[in-house]
């Protein structure tokens, strides 16, 4: 009678295994372009954000900016999925009102300027369903260059007099956007 026990204890050991494997969950490899998020405050003890972007980091390996957000077209502000911006208070992108909520940021690169669009549109992917008409804001700025070379596109914040600054870099090309508040 022990010798049976034993046995169903380890057939039932072995049955659990094999049901385990079969049920194991298939997570897909790292992205290219791995999502990120950048807020401010950036210190994460405070909870009372400001703002914050959700975008992807693709990286130039080579390639030249002006081939993955060419000059004169609509860029989802980084990789995959376009960048979705949240306001937690209302702000204001140059003279134009933004109420707290959640939206697209979308730019359209320039060689000497790049526009700024917050849009009404979210949960999008790339930049393929751009609508003009759901711009909610629209800002140009200038394109200054950097001393470091950033091989992956990056987004930080920073405290600005009036607000905050929104800092896009990639390769040497630098872009701060005003939010002011």
């Known amino acids: 009678m022990k010798k049976s026990s034993i046995y169903s204890t380890i ?22 372009s791995p999502m990120d998020a950048a807020a401010f405050p950036r210190d994460y003890k405070v909870s009372d954000k400001l703002i914050k972007i959700v975008y992807s980091r693709p990286m130039l390996k080579g390639r030249e900016l002006s081939k993955l957000a060419p ?10 999925e376009a960048a979705e911006l949240t306001l ?4 204001k992108l140059g003279e ?12 359209i690169p320039g060689e000497k300027e790049w526009t700024a669009i917050v849009s009404s549109d979210i949960n999008v992917w790339g930049s393929y369903f751009y609508n003009e008409q759901n711009d909610v804001a629209r800002l140009s ?6 001393e470091e070379f950033l091989e992956a596109f990056s987004i930080t914040f920073s405290e600005a007099e009036s607000g ?3 800092h896009l870099g990639w390769g040497n090309t630098r872009i701060a956007v005003p939010f002011t508040k």
Request: proline share 2%; aromatic share 12%.
């Open 11 to 32: 057939a039932l050991a072995f049955i659990m295994l094999l049901s385990m494997n079969m049920n194991a969950q298939k997570f897909s490899e790292l992205d290219k």
């Open 71 to 80: 000059n004169g077209k609509v860029w989802r502000t980084g990789a995959n």
């Open 88 to 91: 937690y208070t209302d702000m």
């Open 96 to 107: 134009t009102d933004i109420k707290a909520g959640t939206y697209t940021f979308y730019v």
């Open 141 to 146: 700025v200038p394109v200054t260059s950097g």
């Open 164 to 166: 905050i600054h929104m």
